[in-house]
C-alpha cells in the first residue's frame, strides 16, 4: 500500500539534474544566437516581409522561454521518484544493465581514491553519506577537506572497465549530466572546486573469477583448465590488470566549474515546478477508481 509522502519537498537527485533541465519537444526555446537576430530585427526601422515573418517566429519563441513544459526525460524521472517514494520501487530493467561494471565501481572505490590521492599529492576521504539542501541531494563519491559539508573538493570518481575505453574516453567529451551531477555536489556542499576523474583500477578477483566462468560458457569450454580455454582465457585476464602501467597514465581529470547564479537558480525553479507537477499528479492519481 502507498505510503503518505509530501511530494512539495520533493528533491532532485544530482545525477538527474540534466533530466529535470532537458526542454520539451513541444516548447522549443530562443537560443542565444535567435535572441541576438530578434533584438537585431526589432531595432530596424523597416523590415522585408521575410524579415517581418522571421520576426514573429523568434517572438513566439522568447514568449515560450518562460512557459515550462516537462519532457518526456524529466517525466520518466519523476516516475521512477514517485515509484521509490510511494512504494518503494526501482525500474528493474535499467538497474540491472551494467551490474558488471557498476559492481567494480563499488569494489575498486577504495583504490580508485588511493590512486587519485596520489596522483594529485591530496589526500582524498570516501563520503558515506547522502547529502541535501533545500533542492537537491546526491552521495559524492569523495572529498578533500574536514568534512563533506566543509569540503574543499569533490570528486566524483568514474572506473573504467579495461584500457582501451579508457584510451577512448580521453577523446570524448563529458557523458551527459555529468557535469551537471558534480556542480550539484558541490553546490551542496559549499565545495569550490569540482572534478571528475577517470580510473582505470585493476578489477577485483572476485569479478575476474566470474568473468571467467562467464567466458568458459561462452566458448564452450568444458573445463576451465582445458589449453584451449586457458589460451584464450590468458588474453581476457591480462586486459583486465593494469598496476604494471604507471600510476599517473591511470587517472584522467576533467575540471567541474560550480554553477554560475543563472544556472543555479534555473536548477531551483524546474524543481519547484517539478514539485508542483508531482503533487498533481499524485492527487490525480489518488482518485483513480
Known amino acids: ?59 513566439v519563441l522568447r514568449e515560450n522561454a518562460s512557459k515550462i513544459i516537462l519532457s518526456d526525460t524529466c517525466i520518466d524521472y519523476l516516475m521512477e521518484v514517485y515509484a521509490w517514494e510511494t512504494e518503494g520501487m526501482i525500474p528493474v530493467n535499467k538497474e540491472s544493465m551494467d551490474l558488471m561494471q557498476l559492481k567494480k565501481g563499488k569494489m575498486a572505490e577504495k583504490q580508485s581514491i588511493e590512486l587519485i590521492s596520489i596522483v594529485e599529492d591530496t589526500w582524498y576521504e570516501k563520503n558515506d553519506i547522502r547529502v541535501s539542501n533545500e533542492y ?40 551527459s549530466g555529468y557535469p551537471e551531477q558534480v556542480k550539484g555536489y558541490c553546490d551542496i556542499t559549499g565545495a569550490k572546486k569540482g572534478q571528475i576523474a577517470r580510473v582505470l583500477v585493476d578489477t577485483p578477483e572476485e569479478i575476474i ?40 597514465q591511470r587517472v584522467y581529470r576533467i575540471p567541474v566549474p560550480l554553477f554560475t547564479p543563472q544556472e543555479q537558480q534555473k536548477v531551483y525553479d524546474r524543481v519547484k515546478i517539478c514539485r508542483d507537477w508531482l503533487c498533481k499528479f499524485h492527487e490525480t492519481r489518488q482518485s483513480l477508481n
Open 136 to 175: 537537491l541531494s546526491g552521495e559524492p563519491d569523495m572529498f578533500s577537506g574536514n568534512s563533506i559539508m566543509e569540503a574543499e573538493s569533490i570528486t566524483d570518481a568514474k572506473s573504467i572497465w579495461d584500457y582501451p575505453g579508457y584510451l577512448q574516453k580521453l577523446h570524448k567529451s563529458l557523458e
Open 1 to 59: 500500500m502507498s505510503k503518505p509522502v509530501d511530494f512539495s519537498l520533493f528533491k532532485c537527485r544530482c545525477s538527474a539534474i540534466n533530466k529535470i533541465l532537458s526542454n520539451s519537444r513541444d516548447n522549443p526555446v530562443i537560443t542565444d544566437k535567435q535572441a541576438v537576430l530578434l533584438s537585431e530585427l526589432e531595432k530596424k526601422d523597416s523590415l522585408t516581409d521575410k524579415q517581418k515573418e522571421e520576426m514573429a517566429r523568434l517572438i
Open 209 to 248: 573469477q566470474d568473468m571467467k566462468w562467464k567466458i568458459a560458457k561462452k566458448f564452450g569450454a568444458v573445463t576451465t583448465e582445458s589449453p584451449d580455454f586457458l589460451e584464450e582465457w590468458a588474453k581476457w585476464e591480462r586486459s583486465m590488470k593494469f598496476s604494471h602501467i604507471p600510476i599517473a
